[in-house]
């Protein structure tokens, strides 16, 4: 069963960056190479949501909450997801997850998180 653990969160101040980690353990590069994976969030009294997609061939998505701020990209031969986030804003600050986008389907479970603040 596949496993992650995400890494990076911390306190930083607004238009500031941070770089989010989530290795995945349990799976080989072959098949991790194969899911397409995406990055969380979820605020205190918010809806978890999705805030970057990676596909297997590279292509990424954002949402238009994200996209120019945030980059995700992968490493599938360190099984290892990434989540540059700059020029940061208050209300990015959350707890930060990544998963399978099928997680649903999959049956994958969330790991821990990273908690990102953004304040002044």
């Known amino acids: 069963q596949v496993q992650f653990v995400e890494s990076g969160g911390g306190l930083v101040q607004p238009g500031g960056s941070l770089r989010l980690s989530c290795l995945a353990s349990?799976?080989?590069?072959?098949?991790?190479?194969?899911?397409?994976m995406a990055w969380y969030r979820q605020a205190p009294g918010r809806p978890r949501e999705e805030v970057a997609v990676i596909m297997t061939s590279g292509r990424s998505e954002y949402p238009d909450s994200v996209r120019g701020r945030f980059t995700i990209s992968r490493d599938n031969f360190q099984r290892t997801l990434y989540l540059q986030m700059n020029n940061v804003k208050p209300e990015d600050t959350a707890v930060y997850y990544c998963n399978r986008e099928m997680w649903k389907i999959a049956g994958t479970h969330w790991g821990q998180g990273t908690q990102v603040t953004v304040s002044a």
């Open positions: 349990g799976v080989d590069e072959d098949r991790y190479s194969a899911y397409t």
